[in-house]
């Protein structure tokens, strides 16, 4: 009985493509021979042509122009990246001072539910005349102290003081 690891030696023997790799000439497996690469022969020529006082007076104004440019596009830079951390930082300052208002609002609301839930429970008719009955010592009225009033004889009264009145100013 064979496993698959068998199987697969024995198959590549009679495989020429694999017997081919053997026969590799141009890989070994030796270092390569350490060939150290030839000095360069660095030479330092003389300018020539020499130049006037003013032709390097030309050149160090202009080579200070690029450094003042240089030195102030990168002032610019800075300044720039400086204000875009600052306004990420207040941006990040202001999120948290928003949440943590936004908590504090909801924090609040619950309290306003809470309390309006507490206060309902309370105005109840039952805890009035609970609270009536107990806390305070009243009663519930009876009939015979019901009195009724007849409000007729008060409008006609009020009516006739109120033409008076206006009798009087009209004068």
Known sequence: MTNTGDFRRYSYLGDTSYLINSFDVGRSSAAPAYKPEPERNLKVR??????????????QRIGFGRVVVIAVVSILM????????????????????????????????????????????????????????????????????????????????HINAVEYVNQKLDK
């Open 46 to 59: 003389e300018n020539a042509k020499r130049k006037s006082k003013n032709q390097l007076l030309q050149e």
């Open 78 to 157: 800075l300044a720039m990246f400086f204000g875009v951390l600052n306004t990420f930082a207040k941006k990040n300052e202001l999120n948290h001072e928003i949440s943590n208002l936004e908590s504090q609002l909801a924090v609040a609301q619950s309290e306003n539910t809470r309390i309006n839930s507490e206060l309902n429970s309370l105005v109840s008719m039952s805890m009035i005349d609970k609270y009536a009955v107990e806390e305070l010592g009243m009663t519930k009225m009876q009939p015979q102290q019901i009195s009724y009033i007849d409000v007729s004889q008060f409008k006609e009264e």
